[in-house]
């Protein structure tokens, strides 16, 4: 660990998030929903069950069919053109599944025609696997941010005024209310191939490229030492990720394997 922070050091930058040039958080409603006049419905209360082909022989998918709940009627929305499956990790395979796209053998038993034969739905499912973590230290604590994850007490979770910190970016948009986080730098550190996880335990490389790093560094706070106990310095906080881990799971039409 000292020497991936020794590289750390020399290799951070600055954090990204989705924030507009007015200082306000953007999202997908306020930088796309909105400006998309009369060209975009959204069906509230409603679940895809299953897309449906446009013909018996066909495998143009260009039927979408929704319902409200598990014992609610179904109905049939036909798309002109196409359809985008956009259901998330977890959505856009049960989907699919659902509508006879995946293994033969496994739609079988579930009483599913297959219509698509396609093993690879559901599989090669992935994910970051992240940890909070915090280092003693003797640096400074921050006090301009938003959040202290661990504070000594409930009286200095937040390290400013609210109401004075609101009524600044209201005015200027500017102030503590603006930085996601107290720190807010990150960093991405490529391990040598000579590392313990590829010399000593056995795991191969899976991130895609020489370059490209295999672990994500994302600093949040330096809190105040906690005073109702043994501790003395105060704590460098920060999240770990492996970005590209060696783990891989599968989601079959009934649960996650």
């Known amino acids: ?27 997908g409603v306020t930088a796309f929903l909105s400006h998309t006049g009369n060209n975009v419905h959204i069906l509230l209360n409603t679940q895809v069950t299953r897309v449906i082909p446009i013909r018996r022989d066909s495998t143009e998918f260009r039927v979408v069919e929704v319902g409200s709940g598990p014992n609610s009627k179904t109905r049939r929305i036909v798309a002109e053109k196409e359809v ?3 259901g998330g990790v977890f959505g856009t395979p049960h989907i699919l599944l659902h509508s ?10 579930a009483g599913v ?3 698509v034969q396609n093993p ?49 970016w209201k005015e200027t948009r500017t102030g503590p209310l603006t930085r996601p986080f107290e720190m807010n730098l990150w960093s991405f550190v490529r391990l040598p191939k000579d590392a313990p996880p590829f010399s000593k335990e ?30 003395i310095n105060s704590t460098l906080q920060m999240n770990i990720a492996i970005l590209h881990p060696v783990s891989r799971k599968c989601l079959d039409i009934r649960r996650i394997l």
Request: aromatic residues 10%; glycine residues 4%.
């Open 113 to 115: 025609e297959t219509l």
């Open 100 to 109: 006879g796209i995946g293994n033969r053998e496994e739609l079988e038993v």
């Open 1 to 27: 660990m000292r020497e991936i922070l020794l590289l750390i050091s020399s290799l951070i930058g600055w954090n990204q998030y989705t924030v507009d040039p007015n200082f306000e958080r953007s999202s």
């Open 202 to 231: 056995g795991f191969h490389d899976t991130s895609p490229a020489e370059d490209s790093a295999h672990i994500e560094f994302s600093f949040r706070t330096i809190s105040d030492p906690d005073t109702t106990s043994a501790q």
């Open 120 to 168: 690879s739905v559901g599989r090669n499912l992935t994910d970051h696997v992240a940890v909070l973590m915090a280092f003693s230290t003797n640096m400074p604590k921050t006090r301009c941010g938003l959040f202290s994850f661990w504070s000594a007490s409930s009286s200095i979770w937040y390290s400013f005024d609210q109401d004075v910190a609101l009524e600044e």
């Open 84 to 86: 985008i499956v956009a």
